[in-house]
């Protein structure tokens, strides 16, 4: 279920308003980011959402109906691996119609529209928080007045909303002079107004931080915190490879960290997951997962995948294949680690469902370190690279449920504090540079898989 927040505002109207926040997506296609309405179909509505082509729409209606500020952008938001910043702001009062709108995307102002409507006169005031019934919800949008809503899927971070006035994004965000890179202003300075919030900002709190009270609830789902934020992004799970790789009937969720297969694949595929993030060979890198509600006598894996990506015409690229992976086949009839199409160690202990499997992948050395609930499982993997050989390496796993009867989950922790909604709590455990939430203790030097920890 997804998590949805919710507030019961005053029932004003703004002329002025600024609306900011980051989100990481972790699906595609329609998503609800803001939305309000009213009952009837002609009665004021204020929403934003990611289209079914990925396209950004943000639409405020009137109590007639009509649409005053209505956008759709050209740009497609498909990276389900990155944070967006996304900053709009309208100013009624302006005397010039083409500034009463505007619309950033981390920094930059959009200027290429599929469509765009701004009131034809000034003094044109929006209704985005409704008194009495209706509230304004977060991760919940609408298509239009008459449709039914639309959720969100991924991570949000720093919502804020200033009511009464009008700022630019680089109030809520700045260009990181060493990297190039949009980053978050994280306390930055702006009036909220009467009904204006900061929410999200530090952790996973919904009681407003600004001046006000303008305290959200839970409406829906669990609120799960992770480490993953705009300035430093960390690992997840790939779900956009396509259905001939991820097989039809596998599911993800938890912001991409839980993939399942439940049933077994309808379309005959043994799905396999990666990490978004890929590391170059070299390095030290750590991260966990929780296999759980498993088919046994079947060939289940848990290991890395190597690629030097469309320019590769060894082979060795081929993620359904095995001569490009390290697997740990850990719920068969028999348990052995394959490397890159050859058995490197027969005679292992199966893994049963909710144990805390660590990997720790030595580039700097070519090893492979299998860890169980903490404690090494197998013989280090020997010969994983060798130095600058132009591999990129992924953390990997796969099920085999390419037919009924056969079906797994795997809940990963690339450093992200958790397993799925649940939060690692009691003693955890912090990488090298004090970076990422472990449940087990990382050995020395290695690190999560994190955008900070590629840079060190």
Not at 47 to 55: A, E, K, L, R, Y
Not at 77 to 97: E, K, L, Q
Not at 268 to 287: D, E, H, Q, R, V
Not at 401 to 428: E, P
């Amino acid at each position: 279920m997804a998590t949805v927040l919710q507030r019961t505002g005053s029932g004003a109207q703004y002329g002025k308003m600024t609306i900011s926040f980051w989100v990481k997506r972790s699906k595609l296609g329609e998503q609800g980011i803001f939305g309000r309405r009213q009952g009837s179909a002609t009665a004021n509505l204020s929403t934003c959402h990611f289209g079914g082509d990925d396209s950004l729409l943000i639409n405020f209606r009137d109590g007639g109906g009509t649409s005053k500020y209505y956008m759709i952008t050209n740009r497609k938001f498909r990276d389900v691996g990155a944070w967006y910043h996304i900053v709009f702001a309208i100013d009624g009062t302006n005397s010039t119609a083409g500034d009463r709108s505007k619309l950033y995307i981390n920094g930059v102002r959009e200027t290429s529209f599929a469509l765009l409507n701004n009131p034809s006169s000034t003094g044109y005031e929006v209704n985005m928080f409704a008194g009495g019934s209706y509230n304004t919800y977060i991760a919940r949008g609408l298509r239009s007045q008459t449709d039914a809503w639309l959720t969100f899927e991924g991570c949000m971070s720093h919502f804020h909303c200033s009511t009464g006035y009008t700022y630019d994004a680089d109030v809520f965000g700045s260009t990181d002079s060493t990297t190039g890179e949009w980053q978050i202003n994280t306390s930055p300075t702006f009036t909220p107004g009467t009904d204006g919030f900061t929410i999200l900002k530090d952790g996973i709190t919904i009681t407003d931080q600004s001046a006000n009270s303008n305290n959200f609830t839970v409406y829906s789902g669990t609120l799960t915190k992770t480490e993953d934020n705009p300035s430093n992004v960390f690992a997840t799970l790939n779900n956009v490879l396509g259905t001939d790789v991820v097989g039809s009937t596998c599911t993800f969720s938890n912001g991409n960290t839980v993939a399942e297969d439940p049933n077994g694949s309808a379309s005959g595929i043994n799905p396999n997951f990666i990490s978004t993030l890929g590391m170059p060979s070299k390095g030290k890198w750590y991260c966990e997962l929780q296999p759980s509600s498993f088919s046994t006598s079947s060939g289940h894996s848990i290991g890395i995948y190597r690629t030097k990506g469309s320019t590769d015409d060894t082979g060795e690229g081929d993620l359904e294949g095995s001569a490009a992976k390290i697997r740990y086949i850990f719920a068969d009839t028999a348990i052995y680690i394959i490397k890159y199409g050859t058995n490197d160690q027969t005679g292992l202990t199966a893994i049963t469902s909710g144990q805390t499997v660590g990997m720790a992948l030595d580039l700097d050395n070519g090893t492979l370190q299998y860890y169980v609930n903490g404690s090494t499982r197998a013989n280090a993997i020997t010969g994983i690279n060798s130095a600058n050989d132009g591999f990129d390496y992924f953390f990997h796993a796969g099920l085999e449920s390419s037919s009924s009867g056969r079906y797994g989950k795997y809940s990963w922790n690339f450093g992200n504090g958790a397993f799925g909604s649940t939060q690692l709590t009691g003693t955890t455990y912090q990488d090298s540079q004090g970076r990422g939430i472990f449940k087990h203790q990382p050995p020395t030097n290695f690190l999560a898989l994190c955008t900070r920890n590629l840079n060190v």
